[in-house]
Every structure is written in structure tokens, then in C-alpha cells.
Nanobody, 122 residues
Framework: QVQLVESGGGSVQAGASLRLSCAAS????????MGWFRQAPGKEREFVAA????????YYADSVKGRFTISRDNAKNTVYLQMNSLKPEDTAVYYC???????????????WGQGTQVTVSS
């Protein structure tokens, strides 16, 4: 099993920045990809970004491209999501995910964190 713990959420004004962290523990050797998803009230969970742990290859949703940056620190088994120029529509619970497939589809991930709330006010 792999455990994922997110941190770094909060409430900010539009245009501000936040950095989310996701620390993985347990059988981390079994995961090849880590990603971030988000879910706003009344909406389905949607893909935000993913990173392949071996080579750092990244994949972003169009809605966050150019504003969000995903990165990893393999020594710490931690993935980060730097979120700049935040908009009210970025408000959601952000979930960290880990799995073996480099994909934007949530079914491709085997492990999920509990989520961290990000609220952006106008």
C-alpha cells in the first residue's frame, strides 16, 4: 500500500499563489506516476497535472497550463503543485494521486490522498 498526505491548501485572493505538497509513504517503489486532481462542489473530479517520477515528464490540463507547475523530489517521495495566478474557478478540493500509468484519467491511479481545500476569492 501507498499512503499519500497532502498539505498546503488555504484561502487566497484571486491572483495569489499557493503550493501544494503530497508526501508518499509505504510501498513507494510500486508507483511510477503522481498526479493532482481537483473536485469543485457539484462537479466531477477533474485532472490537473501529472508527473512521471523516472524522468520528470509532465502533463497538464489546458485550464492550468502556464499557471500551475508540478514537480517532484524523489529523495523525499514528495510531489508539489505550484499554483500561480489563481482564479476563483480554481476553487476545489485538490487530491494527490499515485499509480503506474501516465494518464489524465482518474481510473489510472491506484492511490489517493484525503484532499486539501483551495479557495480563491475574487
Amino acid at each position: 500500500q501507498v499512503q499519500l498526505v497532502e498539505s498546503g491548501g488555504g484561502s487566497v485572493q484571486a491572483g495569489a499563489s499557493l503550493r501544494l505538497s503530497c508526501a508518499a509513504s509505504g510501498r513507494t517503489f510500486s508507483i511510477y506516476v503522481m498526479g493532482w486532481f481537483r473536485q469543485a462542489p457539484g462537479k466531477e473530479r477533474e485532472f490537473v497535472a501529472a508527473i512521471r517520477l523516472s524522468d520528470g515528464d509532465k502533463y497538464y490540463a489546458d485550464s492550468v497550463k502556464g499557471r500551475f507547475t508540478i514537480s517532484r523530489d524523489n529523495a523525499k517521495n514528495t510531489v508539489y503543485l505550484q499554483m500561480n495566478s489563481l482564479k476563483p474557478e480554481d476553487t476545489a478540493v485538490y487530491y494527490c494521486a499515485a499509480g503506474r500509468t501516465f494518464t489524465p484519467r482518474n481510473v489510472g491511479y491506484d492511490y489517493w490522498g484525503q484532499g486539501t481545500q483551495v479557495t480563491v476569492s475574487s
